[in-house]
Each structure stands twice: as C-alpha cells, then as structure tokens.
C-alpha cells in the first residue's frame, strides 16, 4: 500500500488468485449503508452519522451461515437495531453496548478506540465461526472498507 498516493491501486482491490480469506459484499454493504443512514436527521448534526461505522459479517457457525453486526465503539441506536432485525440479523447476533466493549486504556483512549472498531467488536464476541463475508458503511462516504488498522488487524493489506 502505497500512503502518499493520490489515488487508490484499484488492482489492489482485486484478488485475482483468491488468496484472500474475506470477501466485501456488496449486499451486506447496502444492508450496512441502510442501517447507517438511519442516523440521518434532517436539520441535525451529521457529526454522528460522519463518525460512525456500521459492520454486518456473515458468518458460518456449524455449517450454518448467519449474520451478525455491530457499530464502531460498540453501539448503535435503537433504531440501528431495529432496523438490523427488519433486514434478518437475529437479535442476539447485534453486538451493541457496554458487554460487548471493550477497555484497554481507559474509557477514550487509542488502544481502547482501535479494539472497539466494529469489525473487531464482531471479531471479539463471535461464537467458534469462521468469517466469510463483509459489508462496511465507513463514515460519511460509507466505503465498504476497513480503516487500514483494521486491514493490518484481519490481513486484508
């Protein structure tokens, strides 16, 4: 990865051999995208929704895929989660609030903000599975992408 680039190594986004473990899903990127907005208020600050970062993750647990999602710093709204239920994500698979946080240095410190990215709140409160897709709506452009400390996290660089 080039950081002093102006644009993005689109070849970088392909993976001609099929060495990559995950696989960026359009649809769970709209499902994502979908729950996201639910943050748009208008009239309101779109501090929020320019901040947050919604993950939905299928996953195969027992030879049975089902999804799961959270939001950065392991919260999402009420409304976030209704809407997750709407579109088939099981309630107890929606990782949000204080038991599924976690604290390393403190409430607001860096290490704590890095292992509450809600890729690694998915990772972290898994039952015994394997990850086979994601979808990401990341901040206010919504990029089905991890952030590229969680890239070096799930070796996606």
């Keep these: 990865m080039n950081v002093y680039a102006y644009v993005h190594d689109s070849n970088s986004w392909v993976d001609i051999f099929g060495l990559h ?30 901040n947050s970062t919604v993950s939905i993750a299928k996953v195969d647990v027992n030879g049975v895929s089902t999804l799961y999602a959270a939001g950065n710093g392991a919260s999402l709204s009420p409304a976030q989660r209704k809407k997750l239920v709407e579109l088939g994500v099981p309630e107890e698979n929606i990782f949000s609030g204080k038991k599924f946080k ?29 990850i086979k897709e994601w979808g990401i709506s990341w901040a206010s452009k919504q990029k089905n992408e991890m952030c590229s400390n969680c890239k070096t996290h799930f070796g996606c660089n």
């Design 21 to 50: 473990g995950y696989i960026f899903s359009e649809e769970l990127a709209a499902m994502a995208r979908e729950v996201h907005n639910v943050l748009k208020q208008p009239g309101k600050s779109q501090r929020s929704f320019n």
């Design 102 to 130: 976690e604290f390393i240095d403190g409430e607001t410190g860096t290490l704590t903000k890095l292992s509450n990215h809600a890729e690694r709140v998915i990772e972290r409160n898994l039952p015994e599975g394997t």
